[in-house]
C-alpha cells in the first residue's frame, strides 16, 4: 500500500471555508479513484495560520498516478485553491507501507 501526503496552509480567516474546500476537491476527488483505499485530514492552528495534512492510501503506484498523473511527486491542486490564499507544499511525500495502525 502507498501513503501520500500533502501539506498546506490558509490564514485562519480562511480555515472553515477551506476545510470544505478541501473535502470537496482532494478528498473527494482521491476517492473517486480505483485503487484509493482512503483519505484523511487533519487541521492543526499554529498563530494566524491553520494547517492541513492530507493523507490518501493507494493499492498501487498506477492508482496513485490516476489521481496525480505521471509527475506523481507535485502536489495536486485546484483552480479555486487561491481565494483561500493557499500555501501549498509544491512536492508530496509516497512511501510503501504494510499496514496502518493508530498510535
Not at 478528498?27 to 492552528?45: D, K, P, Y
Not at 492508482?63 to 502536489?75: C, L, M, Q, R, S
Request: aromatic share 14%; charged share 20%; net charge negative.
Amino acid at each position: 500500500m502507498i501513503v501520500r501526503t500533502w501539506h498546506g496552509c490558509v490564514p485562519r480567516r480562511h480555515e472553515a471555508g477551506f476545510a470544505a474546500h478541501l473535502e470537496q476537491t482532494g478528498v473527494q476527488h482521491s476517492r473517486s479513484i480505483a485503487g484509493n483505499l482512503g483519505a484523511f485530514v487533519r487541521q492543526e492552528a499554529q498563530g494566524e495560520w491553520a494547517h492541513f495534512f492530507l493523507a490518501t492510501y493507494w493499492g498501487d503506484l498506477e492508482a496513485v498516478k490516476a489521481f496525480a498523473g505521471d509527475n506523481y511527486h507535485v502536489a495536486v491542486t485546484y483552480p479555486d485553491d487561491e481565494q483561500f490564499e493557499l500555501l501549498s507544499d509544491p512536492y508530496v511525500f509516497q512511501h510503501e507501507v504494510s499496514e496502518i495502525s493508530p498510535l
